[in-house]
């Protein structure tokens, strides 16, 4: 079975901090997997993919297969950052973590 | 990018009746549409995976007796939810994946807010 797992509900950042959030999954075969963010009022949309390897407003995320892990990382957070972010794992079908909330304060 | 619509984006009935929401890839052909479900403050749960052509594949512990989805056709997937209840009452998001990738991006519909009163 496949599980993607968020630990935190909430997170909470200044401005300008570093911000990371984690993201660690269990699947037996060659995961896929992806963030996806939901800005306040709006539907869900990618935010990256790791196999693209690309930087997206800022984030990158690794995929670590060693600790299984797939998290999203920004050097610098901006208040717009603040949203509802998912990680999600697909094979079939997309399965997504609890998500977690960011909000980057001024 | 592709876009998805999901209609309506709200609506209210009384319990006992049934409820059609509509999910529409409007700029692709999707073979494979998801229905997931999201209660407040919570994440999306999976409902069904939604087959063009054929029966849609029901995640364990959602009724198919009560929530019936239909593929028709590449572009149109619909979610009834039968007999509604004031539990049934949530956020339902239809996705769907261009082509026939196995895995790849999902592209979200807006929602759909039942309320069952």
């Known amino acids: 079975a496949q599980r993607v797992t968020q630990p935190e509900k909430l997170l909470s950042v200044f401005k300008g901090a570093p911000v990371e959030l984690k993201c660690n999954y269990s699947?037996?075969?060659?995961?896929?997997l992806f963030w996806y963010v939901q800005y306040s009022r709006q539907r869900l949309q990618l935010l990256l993919r790791h196999i693209s390897r690309e930087s997206i407003k800022g984030f990158t995320a690794d995929l670590n297969k060693g600790e299984t892990s797939f998290h999203l990382k920004k050097p610098f957070a901006q208040e717009e950052d603040s949203a509802m972010y998912y990680c999600?794992?697909?094979?079939?079908?997309?399965?997504f973590g609890a998500g977690t909330r960011l909000t980057v304060k001024p | 990018g592709a876009v998805v619509s999901q209609h309506p984006s709200r609506v209210i009935c009384k319990s006992g009746t049934s409820v059609k929401i509509e999910c529409r890839s409007l700029?692709?052909?999707?073979?494979?549409m998801f229905w997931y479900r999201q209660f407040p403050k919570q994440s999306l749960m999976l409902m069904a995976t939604s087959n063009e052509g054929s029966k849609a594949t029901y995640e364990q512990g959602v009724e198919k007796d009560k929530f019936l989805i239909n593929h028709a056709s590449l572009t149109l997937s619909t979610l009834t939810v039968t007999s509604a209840h004031p539990e049934d009452s949530s956020f339902y998001i239809c996705s769907a994946k261009q082509g026939s990738k196995i895995a790849g991006e999902l592209f979200f519909g807006e929602g759909s807010r039942l309320t069952v009163l």
């Open positions: 699947y037996s075969g060659s995961p896929e």
């Open positions: 700029d692709f052909q999707a073979t494979t």
């Open positions: 999600a794992l697909d094979r079939r079908d997309m399965r």
